[in-house]
């Protein structure tokens, strides 16, 4: 048997839960145990399994820890850095949403590239000690936003990030999911997960809406995909 442990010291449980939960529903299927414990301010995830089914367990959890680095990790950054007294409890979610989108591939490439093959995966030693690089660049974010941005730079800047869009994601009944048909839960990461902010994270130039679709994700469909959203 073989273990991969994730840690974090300073206990958030939006991270972890989220990693334990993708990681235990993934590979229930193998001979394994999977198990997430607190000790005081520490979390731990212990997965333990057959040797030869390691290297799958540990290049999926890798996967989300990046997600948990260049989505999580960014948006708290950018929420404690970035008041905008301008924009409503609402918009400003939205806007920083949609700042967290805009390089969310290269942010993930990035923490992949620093977590790769680790031992143990601390997730705040790595953000602290790992990723100044990505930190540099969230600096350089936060220095170009105004803080009197309002309503019409949040809307100039959604309306950019749409353009700039590939591929196509699906929303049925306030589910979103990708070209695979496979559920996107990525904006759970933010704090709470809505499917614009899923749509956004998604990063499609298409959305292909099924069933019911609440109010305030049809008005931001129209608004920023118009044709591009068909609803069916």
Partial sequence: MEEITITQNGYNGLYMSYLYGKVRDRFSFLPSTCGLRKQGERAEIAFKTEREYCPYV?????????????????????????????????????????????????DKAYALR?????????????????MQELKKRWDGIIEYIPTDMGERGL?????????DGEGKVFLKNGKVYDEEYRPLTKSLLTGVETPVGEILIGGAERVYCFGETDEDTAAFLKKYYGEKAVFC
Avoid: W
């Fill in 58 to 106: 540990r290049k999926f959890a890798e996967e989300h820890i990046a997600d948990v680095m260049s989505i999580g990790y960014k948006y708290a950054y950018f929420d404690k850095r970035l008041p905008l007294p301008l924009l409503s409890r609402t918009k400003r979610r939205l806007l920083l949403t949609a700042l967290v989108a805009a390089d969310y591939p290269d």
């Fill in 114 to 130: 620093q977590i790769r093959g680790m031992e143990e995966y601390c997730l705040d030693g790595t953000f602290h000690f790992r």
């Fill in 155 to 163: 809307e100039g800047f959604i309306e950019f990030l749409v353009e």
